[in-house]
Structure formats: C-alpha cells, structure tokens
C-alpha cells in the first residue's frame, strides 16, 4: 500500500502538539483565516480525547514488538534519520534529555538499536536501528497507514494537505505560547560581587581575580552567583565553535537548592547582556555537563544554540557546547 500524503510520523508529532495545545489556554488558532474561538469552546477537550485516544491505540498496537508507550517515537526517528546523537533526539522529539537517556538505554538493551562513535569525531556517539529494529520499524509503518486510512477515508487529499500544513502551523503557534509560559517574574536584584561576597560560595567555587562574578539577591539573602570570564584575544577554533570570536564564557552557574525553580539561574543568564556592553562583545558560550539536566533545560528556554559534543576523557562525561548571539 502507498503513503499517504501525511508522512508516517504525523500522528506522532499530533500527539505531541495536541498534548502541549492542552496545556496552554489557546485563544487564536490560524486556519486559513484567523478565528477567535470562545473560553468556552471545546476546541481544547476534542484536542485531548485525540491525544488519549491515539496514545491508548498505540500502546496497544506496539506491545506485542515490547515497545513501551512513547518508544516506538523514537525507533521510528532512528529508522528515518540514522545516525542521529541523543541531543538531535532531544531537539527533534521536544523532549527533555533524561527522558531520551532512559528510553534509549530501553531499546538498546532489548537489541532494537545501538550507538557507536562518529568515525570522524569520536565524541559524538550516533545512534543507528539494528536488523530487528528495522524490521519493528517496517511494521509500524503498516500499521500506521493503516491507522491513517482509517482515520482519514472520508477526506479528499486537498483535506490531507490541509491538515498538515495546519498542523505545521499550530506547532510553531504553540512553540512560542510555550516559551512565553516559561517567562519567570523578577523578584530580587543582582548585583556585581567582590571576593568577600562570594565567601559563602568557596565549596562551590574558588574565586578568581581574573574573572567577573555577579549574585542574586533574594529577600536581602544572597542565594545564588554567575561566574564569567573573557578573554579578548582568545580564538574559539576547537569543537566547531562558529563564533570564533572572542566571548563571554559562562564557568558557572549555582542557586541555593532552596531556592531553585524560581527563575533565578534564568535571571543571572539575562544579566550578561548588560555585561557584554561594558566588553564590547555580543558573544556568549557555555559547556554543559549531559547530567545537568536543568542546565540543559535552561539554555533551550534561552535559546541558545547547540554547537558540538564531546566526552571528557578524564571525568568520562559527555558535554555538550552552547552559544549565542545577543
């Protein structure tokens, strides 16, 4: 049987649009002219009957291959874009990496894929479908089409495109709704540091003359710092930086655990744009440790861009390279 106009991973990336649709009080939704839908619509409840209904048909249909619920969104990425490192998963599924790591290791283990290094660069690891991974993957798409007949047998195949041009377009309405949701509120002050104020950080950090330093101040308590360095003459050609030019590196970033969740990592970030006018430099970059899940979190909400990876022979982590113009 032929594909259908839709491709075989539309109803994935439905789901996971109708899901964060769901979320969000929705006001304006573009179809072909803007239609402003009542508070009262039930736009949003027929969003979230499809995204249960279609993720209970798949659990059932994928169990019999021991893919989990959600898995089979990764296999089938796997399949059409072999090679892919677990931060592309992370940026191609909206998911966060914790989540990546664990269904990943899943499938690996049950022999569905395996990860190898980059032949050229061996810090990046690929991840590729073995035999049985492609034959699971080749049913899927059977059923899925199947699936797709179903659901679509009453609408010509203008109504076909329709839909997925519409839904390109939701997806990308919902991606800044969900970005202005993350905005945080201001509520405490930050303030340039000297040595005696960063005393009640000497276990996170040793402080260095040669480096700028900035806290946050909360309810009159110090409860977290940013740690910056920049070097003008410094030429970032290793790791594929494409800004070589001279930056602003962020060393690191602490907020008191009791304090953490509320915006304020978020805020010390913002503040280096007031620290780049006094350096003349519109460049910022950051090396993240793959467990620093939050870190992670943070620098895609600031939409940062991702540069490379590579393991740290010496700790045996991967880190992941940022950068952004501001």
Known sequence: MGRLLLPNNILILTVSILVELSTIKFYTVFIKEVIILPIKSNFLREIEKIA????????????????????????????????LSQLDLVNSLNIDKTTVTKALKKLEMNKIIFRQKDADDKRILRTYPTQTGREIYQEIVSEENK???????????????????????ISKNIDNEWKSSRNYLYTGSIQKAKMQDMAIFSDIADYRIDHYYYTYIYKQNTVGFIELSYDEYKKYEDLNWSLSEPAIFIENLYVLESHRGMGFGYELIKEINKFSIELNTKYIKIVIEDKNIPMLKLIN???????????????QITKYCFEKII
């Open 301 to 315: 909400l600031l939409e940062f861009r991702f540069v490379d990876e590579y393991i740290d022979e010496d700790m």
């Open 52 to 83: 249960r209904s279609l993720n209970i048909i798949y659990s059932k249909k994928y169990v019999k291959f021991g893919l989990k619920r959600g898995q089979y969104s990764y296999l089938i990425f796997i399949n059409e874009n072999p090679g």
């Open 147 to 169: 699936l797709l007949n179903s659901l679509l047998t009453t609408f010509s195949d203008k109504e076909k495109s329709d839909i997925r041009t519409l839904l390109d377009k």
